[in-house]
């Protein structure tokens, strides 16, 4: 993997039709590695940097997951954070996370070489139920307002032995041609500022319907991984704010995080 695949002129032309991200005052940083690009972004956003930065990597050191996870991130993979400036209404309509899990479903749709993605409630993104991808959000609060830093990791051109400490993980390799790591990025990149831009306008039901559509356990038997507990029940849907809805013992709850899977008959 060549850093030209993603040098700064490469990714500025993928951003070229952006509205929003890498557009105006923003920045945009190229790295060719980092221990998190999550960190180089909440450094950048303390500087004040615009909302629509971006900073990338073409590896990371120690890559954060959800949950105090590392994210195996060698080369031939897209690392990046995007800063984004969120106001109180947006972060009460939708989680931006989910956001970024459908706006990669319809990239990969877009120039992802046939592959066929699905979302894993409330933010991972498989192909043929391995995942392809993870997306992070870590919002903090700061005398300018909201900083939400959205990290996105995706298995790109990654090879099948640098994969395989990610029990589970598959790549855009394993299912095609990949693309290059830039027009992805632009692609994710438009289809995400859509979203976004709509739900801060006060758009959202047509997004959840979308996102529900992507949905394959919706509908199934699912058990439930939270903290302090597992739930099993039917997931009916996703409520008004992207919440899971199950139906447990008759009664239906509504749930914001965990970790889902489909209950298989024995
Ligand atoms: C998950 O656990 O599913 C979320 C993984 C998010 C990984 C991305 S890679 C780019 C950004 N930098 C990080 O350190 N993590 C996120």
Same mark, same amino acid.
């Given at each position: /993997? #060549?850093?030209?695949?993603?040098?700064?002129? !490469?990714?500025?032309?993928?951003?070229?039709?952006?509205?929003?991200?890498?557009?105006?005052?923003?920045?945009?940083?190229?790295?060719?590695?980092?221990?998190?690009? /999550?960190?180089?972004?909440?450094?950048?956003?303390?500087?004040?940097?615009?909302?629509?930065?971006?900073? +990338?990597?073409?590896?990371?050191?120690?890559?954060?997951?959800?949950?105090?996870?590392?994210?195996?991130?060698?080369?031939?993979?897209?690392?990046?954070?995007?800063? +984004?400036?969120?106001?109180?209404? /947006?972060?009460?309509?939708?989680?931006?996370?989910? &956001? =970024?899990?459908?706006?990669?479903?319809?990239?990969?749709?877009?120039? =992802?070489?046939?592959?066929? *993605?699905?979302?894993?409630?409330?933010?991972?993104?498989?192909?043929?139920?391995?995942? &392809?991808?993870?997306? +992070?959000?870590?919002?903090? @609060?700061? !005398?300018?307002?909201?900083? +939400?830093?959205?990290?996105?990791?995706?298995?790109?051109?990654? #090879?099948?032995?640098?994969?395989?400490?990610? *029990? =589970?993980?598959? #790549?855009?390799?394993?299912?095609?041609?990949?693309?290059?790591?830039?027009?992805?990025?632009?692609?994710?990149? $438009?289809?995400?500022?859509?979203?976004?831009? #709509?739900?801060?306008?006060?758009?959202?039901?047509?997004?959840?319907?979308?996102?529900?559509?992507? /949905?394959?356990?919706?509908? @199934?038997?699912?058990?439930?991984?939270?903290?302090? $507990?597992?739930?099993?029940?039917?997931?009916?849907?996703?409520? !008004?704010?992207? =919440?899971?809805?199950?139906?447990?013992?008759?009664?239906?709850?509504?749930?914001?995080?965990?970790?889902?899977?489909?209950?298989?008959?024995?």
């Amino acid at each position: /993997m #060549s850093v030209a695949e993603l040098d700064p002129a !490469a990714v500025s032309a993928a951003l070229g039709e952006c509205a929003l991200i890498g557009q105006g005052e923003a920045r945009i940083e190229v790295h060719a590695a980092l221990d998190s690009t /999550m960190e180089a972004a909440a450094a950048l956003a303390n500087e004040g940097a615009a909302e629509g930065s971006l900073v +990338l990597a073409l590896e990371q050191r120690a890559g954060r997951g959800r949950r105090g996870r590392t994210w195996t991130s060698p080369p031939g993979g897209l690392y990046a954070s995007l800063i +984004l400036r969120p106001d109180e209404g /947006m972060l009460r309509r939708l989680p931006v996370t989910l &956001l =970024g899990g459908l706006a990669l479903v319809q990239a990969v749709d877009d120039v =992802g070489g046939g592959a066929r *993605a699905d979302l894993k409630w409330p933010n991972d993104v498989l192909v043929g139920g391995q995942k &392809l991808a993870g997306i +992070l959000g870590e919002l903090s @609060k700061g !005398a300018g307002g909201h900083v +939400l830093i959205l990290g996105l990791g995706v298995n790109v051109a990654t #090879s099948a032995e640098a994969l395989a400490p990610e *029990a =589970g993980a598959t #790549s855009l390799a394993a299912h095609g041609t990949p693309p290059a790591l830039a027009t992805l990025l632009g692609a994710f990149a $438009r289809r995400f500022e859509e979203l976004y831009l #709509s739900v801060r306008r006060g758009g959202g039901a047509a997004i959840l319907s979308e996102a529900s559509a992507r /949905m394959p356990l919706l509908g @199934k038997t699912v058990r439930l991984r939270l903290p302090d $507990r597992v739930v099993e029940g039917t997931a009916c849907g996703l409520n !008004a704010t992207g =919440g899971l809805v199950l139906e447990v013992d008759g009664a239906r709850e509504v749930f914001v995080a965990g970790e889902v899977e489909e209950v298989r008959a024995a």
